[in-house]
Every structure is written in C-alpha cells, then in structure tokens.
C-alpha cells in the first residue's frame, strides 16, 4: 500500500518562507507525477503545484514566482519551497500521488500538514 507522509507546516509570519516534504513509501515518486494540493477553512481543495516525472512543474497562478517544487529521487522526496508567504495561504497542505491519466485524478494522499500565515 503506497503511503505519502507530507511534513514541514507550521506558524510563519507573512513575508517568511517554508520548506515542505512528502516522503512516498512503496511508490516512486521520480516517475510519477506528484502534486500538492491545500484546504483553507470554508474553501474548496485547490491544486497548487504539479511536478511530472521528466521534472516539468507547474504552479497556480496565486503561487508563481513565490512557490518553488523539487524533487529529490535518491530521498525519493518532493519539497515545494514556499517563499514570500501570505495570509491568504494559510491552509492544509496535502501531497498527492497515484495519478490517473483516464480520471484525472490523484488516487493516493498525504494526511496534510498545516500552514498558518500570520500578518
């Protein structure tokens, strides 16, 4: 059974920065796509970054030029740097894998990590 653990939140004032993980057991991350995702209180889950198996990333547009997704295969560790932070991004952060190209949808999930912003 593939299990995502996913770490790193925590409190940060705004402007700070934050590094988090999804550490993958059972399943490799460097030829999957994996992506992130966060839940903030009352809000729909939104996609916040992709990164593909050839290392193409892809970011919403909220995060561009502030949100940074890497991969370390030999940790088999994918780390999305968030600098700059805001309140607005003040969340659950949960890392997802087991893509499915016919649904479109990631079929396995971290249990999250929470990120709070503070102005």
């Known amino acids: 059974q593939v299990q995502l653990v996913d770490s790193g939140g925590g409190l940060v004032q705004a402007g700070g920065s934050l590094r988090l993980s999804c550490v993958a057991s059972?399943?490799?991350?460097?030829?999957?796509?994996v992506g992130w995702f966060r839940q903030a209180p009352g809000k729909q889950r939104e996609g916040v970054a992709t990164i593909g198996s050839a290392g193409g990333t892809n970011y919403v547009d909220s995060v561009k030029g502030r949100f940074t997704i890497s991969r370390d295969n030999a940790k088999n560790t994918v780390y999305p740097q968030m600098n700059s932070l805001k309140p607005e991004d003040t969340a659950v952060y949960y890392c997802?894998?087991?893509?499915?190209?016919?649904?479109?949808?990631?079929?396995?999930w971290g249990r999250g990590t929470q990120v709070t912003v503070s102005s």
């Open positions: 059972r399943y490799i991350l460097a030829d999957n796509t």
């Open positions: 997802a894998a087991c893509y499915n190209v016919y649904s479109g949808k990631y079929n396995c």
